[in-house]
T-cell receptor, first 112, second 119 residues
Framework: AQSVTQPDIHITVSEGASLELRCNYS??????LFWYVQSPGQGLQLLLK??????LVQGIKGFEAEFKRSQSSFNLRKPSVHWSDAAEYFC??????????FGAGTILRVKS | DAGVIQSPRHEVTEMGQEVTLRCKPI?????LFWYRQTMMRGLELLIY????????DSGMPEDRFSAKMPNASFSTLKIQPSEPRDSAVYFC?????????????????FGSGTRLTVV
């Protein structure tokens, strides 16, 4: 069965510190991988996606993610967090033509 | 493009009333998805359409929920009768059709959601 696990429900980091949000997936084939961000009262916005090729992908707002096939992981990173990054982050997996499966989300809090 | 447009943004209704949520997908996106988001259950896929045809409605909680997509530019999600436990944020998302267009464009675009409160 296809599934996405985001092990951390909440993460708190200090402004200016680095960030890594974890995502592990279970899928029959190498899936397409996505990270979305949801600010309070807003819809989900696409941060970045991976289809193939270079396993390190760059996204908007200074985020990047690395696909590691051996670990079935697609962790999201940012070198220096800003207070405006406080939001909920969702990892999603799927294949072209199939519906995406979303993780439960990780809530990021940024302390000043 | 204006993105995925949902209306209304907020809806407060009394238990037992009919509620209709609306969605206009991005032009050219022929896959449309309805999600419900709550604190307890997170993001749940209710139903999705490809080319206006419902493909998977296994997430629709019960017969009180129905969804239609009469044309490529409009979809509705109806709850009749509404109950307090239906209170949630309902999102619509659209995507390019499966197997069509460049794969690099694949991915959902979400609307801003409708916050439904049933009292």
């Amino acid at each position: 069965a296809q599934s996405v696990t985001q092990p951390d429900i909440h993460i708190t980091v200090s402004e200016g510190a680095s960030l890594e949000l974890r995502c592990n997936y279970s899928y029959g084939a190498t899936p397409y991988l996505f990270w979305y961000v949801q600010s309070p009262g807003q819809g989900l916005q696409l941060l970045l996606k991976y289809f193939s090729g270079d396993t390190l992908v760059q996204g908007i707002k200074g985020f990047e993610a690395e696909f590691k096939r051996s670990q079935s992981s697609f962790n999201l990173r940012k070198p220096s967090v800003h207070w405006s990054d406080a939001a909920e982050y969702f990892c999603a997996v799927g294949r072209y033509g199939n519906k995406l499966v979303f993780g439960a989300g990780t809530i990021l809090r940024v302390k000043s | 493009d204006a993105g995925v447009i949902q209306s209304p943004r907020h809806e407060v209704t009394e238990m037992g009333q009919e509620v209709t949520l609306r969605c206009k997908p991005i032009s050219g996106h022929n896959s449309l998805f309805w999600y419900r988001q709550t604190m307890m259950r997170g993001l749940e896929l209710l139903i999705y359409f490809n080319n206006n045809v419902p493909i998977d409605d296994s997430g629709m909680p019960e017969d009180r929920f129905s969804a239609k997509m009469p044309n490529a530019s409009f979809s509705t999600l109806k709850i009749q009768p509404s109950e307090p436990r239906d209170s949630a944020v309902y999102f619509c998302a659209s995507s390019i059709p499966p197997g069509q267009g460049p794969q690099v464009n694949y991915g959902y675009t979400f609307g801003s959601g409708t916050r439904l409160t049933v009292v």
